[in-house]
């Protein structure tokens, strides 16, 4: 599985981006794709992740200003980030989640990451 993302750049505080990460190669059973950043200095974290299902997943910190959503057959998935902050500056990875055979559990797999950088 490869992911490429992007969408990223510089943008004033309050303003919005729009991220976007399209998987390619042996999608089937990809069940979760999401977002993640990290900040210089800090560690990865969760943003959004959006189930196969339709079920999404938030971090408080961006809850009500971002919005995930997927393409569930294009095995693709969107990040609408609005009234962005200083503080959601990081680089942002794809993930996408793919179940293995025979119920042998989950394996991950990361993009390239795009930068954000949000100006004050």
């Known amino acids: 599985v490869q992911l490429q993302a992007c969408g990223g750049g510089l943008v004033q505080a309050g303003g919005s981006l729009r991220l976007s990460c399209a998987a390619s190669?042996?999608?089937?059973?990809?069940?979760?794709m999401g977002w993640y950043r990290q900040a210089p200095g800090k560690g990865r974290e969760l943003v959004a992740a959006v189930a196969s299902g339709g079920g999404t997943v938030y971090a408080d910190s961006v809850k009500s200003r971002f919005t995930v959503s997927g393409d569930n057959v294009q095995k693709t998935v969107y990040l609408q980030m609005n009234s962005l902050k200083p503080e959601d500056t990081g680089v942002y990875y794809c993930?996408?989640?793919?179940?293995?055979?025979?119920?042998?559990?989950?394996?991950?797999?990361w993009g390239q990451g795009t930068q954000v950088t949000v100006s004050s």
């Open positions: 190669g042996s999608i089937f059973s990809i069940n979760a």
């Open positions: 993930r996408a989640q793919k179940s293995r055979a025979y119920g042998a559990g989950q394996t991950d797999y």
